[in-house]
Antibody, heavy 119, light 112 residues
């Protein structure tokens, strides 16, 4: 069974750094891209970027380029999303999902990680 | 990259059919048959319902169907059921310069 399990909720202060994780199981982690999607409170889905764990090829949405860093450690089947300096506007639910590159389809999703940034 | 345009809300009675539109441009929906649809219940992660415009993943009811004409994609749900009440998002590939992918703003489906 394909599963993506994300790390737990985080509460941080503005200016702090953060790295959240997404661990894949039940499939070949290095053969599929992993995508990250943001959902701000009460809002819609936003595409952030993708990574291919096989070789760490990473693509960012222009809206998120320079704002976050996507990485992966294929040895432990885990992808990451990190911030160096959080802002209040980063408060959101963040989802990882497995992406089928041939169809640009997010076919399996993690449960989401809620990030709250507040002073 | 602008979000795809969806109606904010649609509604229907049990057993009826509804259609949700998703309007993009010639740079995204109009150029690629790479439109997908996701269902999201409150407090839950999105779920893939349709991919490549009209294909259904295994396990998704055949009451869900997708289509596309020009720059507009559509999701049709027939035989509405109470469990279909959720938010629905369309998504389209938008080119490879920076691997652009864009979501629609989402549509709240209410089953009356």
């Amino acid at each position: 069974e394909v599963q993506l399990v994300q790390s737990g909720a985080e509460v941080k202060k503005p200016g702090e750094s953060l790295k959240i994780s997404c661990k894949g199981s039940g499939y070949s982690f290095t053969s599929y891209w992993i995508g990250w999607v943001r959902q701000m409170p009460g809002k819609g889905l936003e595409w952030m970027g993708i990574i291919y764990p096989g070789d760490s090829d990473t693509r960012y949405s222009p809206s998120f380029q320079g704002q976050v860093t996507i990485s992966a450690d294929k040895s432990i089947s885990t992808a990451y999303l990190q911030w160096s300096s959080l802002k209040a506007s980063d408060t959101a639910m963040y989802y990882c999902a497995r992406m089928r590159y041939d169809s640009i389809t997010l076919d399996y999703w993690g449960q989401g990680t809620l990030v709250t940034v507040s002073s | 990259q602008s979000a795809l345009t969806q109606p904010a809300s649609v509604s229907g009675s049990p057993g009826q059919s509804i259609t949700i539109s998703c309007t993009g441009t010639s740079s995204d929906v109009g150029s690629y048959n790479l439109v997908s649809w996701y269902q999201q219940h409150p407090g839950k992660a999105p779920k893939l319902m349709i991919y490549e415009v009209s294909k259904r993943p295994s396990g998704v009811s055949n009451r869900f169907s997708g289509s596309k004409s020009g720059n507009t994609a559509s999701l049709t749900i027939s035989g509405l059921q109470a469990e279909d009440e959720a938010d629905y998002y369309c998504c389209s590939y938008a080119g490879s310069s920076t691997f652009n992918v864009v979501f629609g703003g989402g549509t709240k489906l209410t089953v009356l």
